[in-house]
């Protein structure tokens, strides 16, 4: 089975086919000729993972699906939340800063925190899934899958593993962070690894 995940983003390509595995042949933006950066409007991730996955269904009919993550920390509201990929970038302090940019983002949420005791925090994954079951038409199914992982936000960085903000959120029942666990735990643990071990049962079972 062949389907499209909205992302060019290496880092989420490979943690997405290692815990597809090989019963689903993922292809990204770039396999199908998409080089358009699609636009996150939401206010939510449901609405942005949905946002992008209509985006790609609509301009190249294929089966797809679209991901959007969040950090939510107790202590900050919920903040980053949806801006948690460009969350330094939104501060408007001194030298430009580009989205994505993980440094930059744990730099501003851990002086954020400051001292704060109540380091309570989650990683929200939703995707965003539109099954093409008709070859004579362009319309599709949708369906929503969540994963969420609780935790804490550690006061300082640890491990070199994983991306974006691993190396500071440390998940419940662990003593070390995503970024010191390795793949090979945090694809079986992760936010994004039970939304998507939802999105492969989903495909698996019907097809």
Do not use: W
Request: proline residues 2%.
């Amino acid at each position: 089975m062949k389907i499209v995940f909205a992302t060019n983003n290496q880092h989420k390509l490979e943690e997405i086919r290692h815990i597809l595995g090989s019963s689903i042949e993922v292809l990204s933006l770039s396999d199908i000729g998409c080089h358009t950066d699609i636009p996150e409007n939401g206010l939510t991730l449901e609405a942005n993972a949905l946002e992008k996955a209509r985006y790609v269904f609509d301009h190249y009919h294929l089966s797809c699906f679209a991901d959007d993550t969040g950090l939510e920390v107790d202590a900050l509201g919920g903040a980053p939340g949806i801006y948690s990929a460009r969350y330094a970038a939104m501060e408007g302090k001194g030298k430009a800063v580009l989205s994505h940019d993980s440094e930059a983002n744990m730099a501003r949420l851990l002086r954020e925190l400051g001292e704060n005791n109540n380091r309570r925090a989650r990683f929200r994954t939703v995707i965003a899934l539109i099954i093409k079951r008709d070859d004579h038409t362009d319309s599709g199914e949708e369906h929503l899958f969540e994963g969420i992982v609780d935790g804490e936000i550690t006061r300082q960085r640890s491990g070199s593993e994983g991306f974006g903000y691993d190396p500071i959120f440390r998940p419940d029942g662990y003593d070390q962070t995503f970024a010191q666990l390795g793949p090979d735990i945090k694809d079986r643990i992760s936010h994004r690894a039970r939304a998507t071990q939802k999105l492969a049962h989903f495909l698996l079972s019907s097809q």
